[in-house]
C-alpha cells in the first residue's frame, strides 16, 4: 500500500514528533512550530500581560518556547494548546515578577479618550476601552477571561492551565465578569 495514510501537515501526531524533532535540534521542525502557534501564543501572552503586553508578550513566547523544548513532559493531546498554556503560565509568572518590582505601566493612548454614553443600548464597545478595562483587573482574573472567554478554552482547560481546581477557575470568571462590567460602565461620560 502506498503512503496514502500519511498524517497530514498539523496532524496532532505530525506537531508531536515535530516537537520531538526540534528537542532535537532540528530547526526546520522548531520554525514549523514557531510558524503554526506563535501567532495564538503570542495573542495568549498579550491577553493575559494587559497593559504590560507590549515586547513583554514576544519575551513571554520566547520563555515559553524554550519551555516547551527543554521540558521533559510531553502533551497528552493538542500541541498548540499545551504550548499556550505554557505561554499563560509564563505570563502570570511574570505578572508576579513585575508586581514584585512595582513597575507600573505607561498610560496607553486610550487613556482618558472612551467616549462612548454609559448606559445607551445602542453605544458599542471599541477594542480599546475593553483592553483598558482588562488591564485593570487583577493577573489571575485577566488570565481566566483570556483563555475562557477570548481563547475559547472550557473551564476545565484553564483551571488545568492556571493551576486550580474547576470550581475555582469558574468563581475567579465569574468575579472577573462582574468586575470588568463595572470597570466598563464607570468608563468617561461624552462631554461633546
Do not use: C, N
Request: charged share 30%; net charge positive.
Amino acid at each position: 500500500m502506498d503512503r496514502e495514510t500519511s498524517e497530514s501537515p498539523g496532524s496532532p501526531r505530525q506537531e508531536h514528533d515535530e516537537l520531538l524533532a526540534a528537542r532535537d535540534g532540528d530547526q526546520k521542525a522548531g520554525r514549523s512550530l514557531v510558524a503554526r502557534h506563535g501567532a495564538s501564543m503570542l495573542r495568549t501572552a498579550w491577553r493575559v500581560l494587559g497593559a504590560y503586553g507590549g515586547t513583554e508578550a514576544e519575551d513571554v513566547v520566547q520563555e515559553a518556547f524554550i519551555a516547551a523544548l527543554t521540558t521533559p513532559a510531553l502533551p497528552d493531546g493538542d500541541v498548540g494548546a499545551w504550548l499556550r498554556t505554557i505561554t499563560a503560565r509564563k505570563a502570570l509568572d511574570g505578572l508576579r515578577q513585575l508586581g514584585r518590582r512595582a513597575e507600573q505601566p505607561l498610560p496607553g493612548p486610550d487613556a482618558g479618550t472612551i467616549r462612548a454614553q454609559a448606559g445607551d443600548p445602542d453605544a458599542t464597545l471599541d477594542v480599546l476601552t475593553v483592553r483598558h478595562a482588562l488591564g485593570r483587573l487583577a493577573a489571575t482574573d485577566r488570565a481566566v477571561l483570556t483563555l475562557v472567554d477570548l481563547e475559547g478554552w472550557s473551564m476545565a482547560e484553564a483551571a488545568r492551565a492556571l493551576g486550580v481546581t474547576r470550581v475555582a477557575a469558574k468563581l475567579r470568571a465569574v468575579r472577573a465578569r462582574r468586575k470588568l462590567a463595572r470597570l466598563l460602565a464607570e468608563r468617561p461620560q461624552d462631554t461633546r
